[in-house]
């Protein structure tokens, strides 16, 4: 080699020798412990997983997500010290275990578009790779990390197609701090009566009950926080709940979590009296409009829309002080003729949740009744006229 050729080249690695020592830092350890992931599971695993960690803790460690790696196979956990997920994903290397930041974390995955990832284990840091880098994270000691739950018997096994169907309508009753007197009705109810096991939710005016299967279960509350996490468990699911600890398990997914203190109302005496109400031949879709349309004409506090129920027209009316007047009229009525008032936007927003394709049934009285194929029942009180 020329001697001018040789002395650039020690020049230049002269000059790049910091960059390349900070290039390499992660090649410190062992590159035995590298781990192979598809970016897109590991960071939707990881999204999941997250909805549990609270947004301000005094604990720091509660930011993060335990990443166990064991044959082939990924567990991802979280936790509020109140609830506990879990998340697998596959993956393809060696078995370790490590904490990541969730936050920092999934940012770094989102902002990649590499179809696998690599991570690779070193003492309090983690090393990702994907296809144009190599990114260095500092994580926490794993002892830190709260312990595992003592497992629970699994007594009543449903599909997550019940609780994805069911969800949206009986959670659109729930009203986050009410105060119910008596009762405490902040979260979901999971109850079983006559063999039969029933999702409630309520705010005292609105009450929505769904049947997810035979079988019989311990009752108990969700908040709606864990009852969100519901929605992303797939296929079947099996439940089961001992002395205030609720355990769910699918297919991939685990959620173990205390359950919400305090008294549920009686519900099923009034779900039983469906029966006894009129039929009201009117269609969804143009009730749903119609209650969208006068709800703007209504006034903040009270949202009352007046039905006149007709054999065999509807009409909608609202008026508001300083809004003006809303009048709509819709086709189909019931024998219960008169008028009836009720909270048009609340109303609304049930219907929007039940799905398309099941038949509905609606029916009037001195409640405003709906119900959904075999299974579902909704009552919604009437206001004063």
Not at 39 to 59: A, C, E, F, G, Y
Not at 83 to 95: A, F, S
Request: charged letters at 25%; one cysteine or more; hydrophobic letters at 35%.
């Amino acid at each position: 080699m020329p001697e001018c050729f040789a002395g650039k080249r020690l020049e230049l690695c002269g000059r790049n020798a910091g960059r390349c020592s900070v290039l390499n830092a992660h090649r410190t350890f062992k590159e035995d412990f590298v781990t192979s992931f598809d970016r897109k599971s590991l960071l939707n695993s990881i999204r999941t997983v997250s909805l549990v960690i609270p947004s301000r803790t005094p604990q720091p460690v509660l930011e993060s997500v335990l990443l166990k790696c064991r044959d082939n196979t990924a567990t991802l956990t979280a936790t509020d010290n109140e609830c506990r997920v879990n998340v697998k994903v596959e993956c393809d290397g060696e078995d370790f275990e490590t904490l990541i930041p969730s936050g920092q974390v999934s940012s770094l995955l989102s902002a990649m578009s590499s179809e696998t990832v690599t991570i690779s284990q070193g003492e309090n840091r983690v090393v990702i790779t994907d296809q144009s880098g190599t990114y260095t994270i500092p994580t926490r000691d794993i002892g830190e990390f709260p312990e595992d739950t003592f497992p629970i018997e699994l007594t009543f096994p449903t599909d997550s197609l019940f609780l994805s169907r069911s969800l949206p309508m009986v959670t659109s009753v729930v009203v986050e701090k009410l105060v119910g007197g008596a009762y405490y009705v902040e979260g979901v109810r999971f109850d079983s009566v006559d063999g039969k096991v029933y999702l409630v939710g309520t705010d005292l005016n609105r009450l929505c009950a769904c049947r997810l299967g035979d079988g019989e279960i311990e009752p108990f509350t969700l908040s709606l926080k864990v009852a969100g996490l519901l929605s992303k468990m797939q296929g079947k699911i099996s439940i089961g709940c001992k002395s205030g600890v609720v355990s769910l398990v699918s297919d991939g997914m685990s959620i173990t979590s205390r359950t919400m203190l305090g008294t549920f109302p009686k519900w099923k005496p009034l779900t039983d009296t469906a029966s006894k109400f009129e039929r009201l031949e009117v269609k969804i879709s143009e009730l749903i409009e119609g209650l969208r349309k006068t709800s703007v004409f209504t006034n903040p506090e009270s949202k009352g829309v007046t039905l006149s129920v007709g054999k065999d027209a509807t009409k909608l009316t609202s008026f508001g002080a300083d809004k003006g007047r809303c009048g709509v009229e819709i086709s189909g009525g019931s024998l219960a003729t008169g008028p009836i008032k009720l909270h048009g936007e609340l109303l609304a927003g049930f219907l929007e949740k039940v799905p398309k394709t099941l038949p509905v049934t609606i029916r009037v009285g001195d409640k405003f009744v709906v119900e959904v194929s075999d299974y579902c029942r909704f009552f919604m009180g009437l206001m004063e006229i």
